[in-house]
């Protein structure tokens, strides 16, 4: 089945949400500021900024964060991801956080790039993470 579309309205929350996320991030080290939301399936935001350490390997990314913020309010399936960094460039989340976002996404999850001007390019978890390993190798049906 494929994932209901993404309403201009949802579009605009996301961009919202991870904007006021990105300028809470905690990136002393970089400098690189990222924030990323999700929506969930019952239609709520969540959003997460990336918390670096002086112990570098430590540092958590803005969608691992997101995602945090998702199952502690109750939910693990992501509908749509929006990512936000710093600069021009449109960034797209990390090969960690692609396996992260496997956990609670299905292939055609849409995946949004933003910068900070505007909204970039869009593609699917399937297209970021292709032939990819999750749940159900463990628990096959
Ligand atoms: N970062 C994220 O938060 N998400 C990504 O997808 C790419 C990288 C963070 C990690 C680190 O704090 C900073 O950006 C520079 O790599």
Excluded at 23 to 30: F, I, N, T
Excluded at 33 to 60: F, K, M, S, T, W
Excluded at 123 to 139: I, V
Aim: proline share 7%; net charge neutral; hydrophobic share 45%.
């Amino acid at each position: 089945m494929n994932a209901p579309a993404l309403t201009d309205s949802q579009q605009a929350a996301l961009l919202q949400a991870a904007r006021a996320a990105r300028l809470k991030a905690y990136a002393p080290y970089s400098k690189f500021l990222v924030g990323a939301a999700v929506l969930d399936d019952q239609g709520r935001i969540h959003a997460g900024c990336n918390v670096e350490n002086a112990a570098y390997p430590q540092g958590v990314c803005a969608e691992a964060s997101a995602l945090s913020a998702m199952v502690l309010a109750g939910s693990t399936q992501a509908r749509a991801v929006l990512v936000v960094g710093t600069g021009g460039a449109w960034i797209t989340p990390c090969g960690g956080c692609r396996q992260k976002l496997r956990e609670f996404c299905a292939p055609d999850t849409p995946i949004l790039s933003a910068n900070t001007e505007a909204l970039g390019p869009r593609y699917t978890l399937a297209q970021l993470l292709p032939e990819s390993f999750g749940p159900d190798h463990l628990h096959p049906q």
